[in-house]
């Protein structure tokens, strides 16, 4: 859409555990819009709880504002979901990123794998565990049994690796599976397949170069996203040119099946002997100066404010 005389809302903070990031990627947007000269005001929605009247305040709040155009810089809940989408087409306002529908579906690790999977894209091997089944009583060693000696535990919704972790026995298993059903009532317990992590972010149906990341923690958590200096990136990636491109092509192809738009970011591990397997997409991924996606764009010369200014311009309905 054409930016001239429009003034844009950028939607930060929200219900999710991601608000504190999300609140860092707002401010960063709001920084580059001010330097690209764009009208814009910052949207804080508040914390509390996604319901039917969490909803409703953040919607007049949206309409309080009286913008043209919303930037969604809000990470899970609520922002990657497909809600505050939803919302800003029922108020007809244009808006970054993807499609409702495509972030409901996208957001959800299970749904989202199984699409993938249809698609021959390839996914870790995985099981699905509820809170309601766990409370019934589960033997864990299946889990040990079906999928490996390492899995890794994950809530089905989310992001920022919040309530992620390996394990390698049971009692592991256990505190894991509480862990992560503080942030979900449905979990994903996957194969653990070692592997260079990488990630391909995606701009404009475009993959850009590929970021590998080397945490020096046991693997990339919270802490090893958010902390200084706890992980070296090499971008690009010094990957052989044949597997770079099928790596590219995992990324770009999982944006395209899943129908995501405008841009994203598809984490990746990099297995020896079978390849790319893609771990997830974020169809709202970091968007600080030093996150991956800006990171990735600016190995091609794209700088954070234009980054920024192209995916303001791709917004729509």
Request: charged fraction near 25%.
């Amino acid at each position: 859409m054409i930016m001239k005389n429009k003034r844009v809302g950028v939607l930060m903070g929200g219900p999710s555990s991601e608000r504190e990031i999300s609140i860092k990627s707002g401010k960063a947007v709001c920084m580059a819009l001010k330097a690209k000269k764009i009208d814009y005001v910052a949207v804080e929605l508040q914390a509390g709880s996604n319901t039917n009247g969490y909803k409703k305040s953040a919607a007049d709040l949206i309409a309080s504002m009286k913008i043209d155009a919303a930037f969604v810089a809000l990470h899970g809940e609520f922002g990657e979901d497909g809600t505050v989408q939803e919302i800003l087409e029922q108020m007809n306002i244009p808006y970054t990123g993807s499609s409702s529908s495509a972030s409901r579906v996208a957001m959800n690790k299970i749904t989202a794998k199984e699409i993938l999977k249809s698609k021959n894209i390839l996914v870790a091997r995985h099981e699905i565990l509820t809170r309601k089944d766990f409370a019934k009583g589960c033997d864990l060693r299946l889990y040990f049994k079906n999928l490996g000696s390492s899995l890794v535990i994950k809530p089905s919704n989310g992001g920022s690796s919040i309530g992620l972790n390996i394990a390698s026995d049971e009692k592991g298993l256990k505190a894991a599976i509480d862990d992560a059903f503080k942030y979900d009532d449905k979990l994903i317990i996957e194969e653990y397949i070692p592997g260079r992590e990488i990630t391909v972010g995606i701009i404009e149906d475009m993959a850009l170069p590929i970021v590998e990341i080397l945490p020096k923690r046991k693997f990339f958590d919270y802490t090893a996203k958010y902390e200084k200096d706890l992980t070296e990136y090499i971008v690009p990636a010094e990957i052989e040119k044949s597997i770079y491109k099928k790596c590219q092509d995992a990324g770009l192809g999982s944006h395209k099946v899943l129908s995501a738009r405008s841009f994203s970011r598809v984490d990746i591990i990099l297995n020896e002997k079978i390849g790319p397997v893609v771990l997830e997409i974020n169809t709202i991924p970091g968007l600080t100066e030093t996150s991956l996606l800006p990171k990735a764009a600016r190995a091609i010369g794209i700088e954070f404010e234009d980054l920024c200014l192209k995916i303001l311009k791709s917004a729509s309905w």
